[in-house]
């Protein structure tokens, strides 16, 4: 049974930092691209960051570019986001998903596999 786990989400206050991960289990995403979107209360999911299957290439929204950083170790089958200068608005629950292609992807209806999410709440 393939699992993505999101792990590190939690309370901070604005300014702060966090760094959540995601533990692919079942079977190996070496080859896959994987990417980060969150869901905010009231609103529709959004995409956050994807990186290609070697982890070279990565892609962000406007609204983290230069705050989030995204990355992968292939031999711990695990993905990362490292989120800094956090903001109110950044509140949501986070979601780690991977794809059966090894080019990168900011649409969401191109992933097949999705973890369960994280919260991350923000404090003003």
């Known amino acids: 049974q393939v699992q993505l786990v999101e792990s590190g989400g939690g309370l901070v206050q604005a300014g702060g930092s966090l760094r959540l991960s995601c533990a692919a289990s079942?079977?190996?995403?070496?080859?896959?691209?994987m990417g980060w979107f969150r869901q905010a209360p009231g609103k529709e999911r959004e995409f956050v960051a994807t990186i290609n299957w070697s982890g070279v290439n990565t892609y962000y929204a406007d609204s983290v570019e230069g705050r989030f950083t995204i990355s992968r170790d292939n031999a711990k089958n695990t993905m990362y986001l490292q989120m800094n200068s956090l903001k109110p608005e950044d509140t949501a629950v986070y979601y780690c998903a991977a794809r059966n292609s090894a080019g990168w992807s900011s649409n969401a209806s191109e992933y097949g596999y999705w973890g369960q999410g994280t919260q991350v709440t923000v404090s003003s």
């Open positions: 079942g079977r190996t995403f070496t080859r896959s691209a």
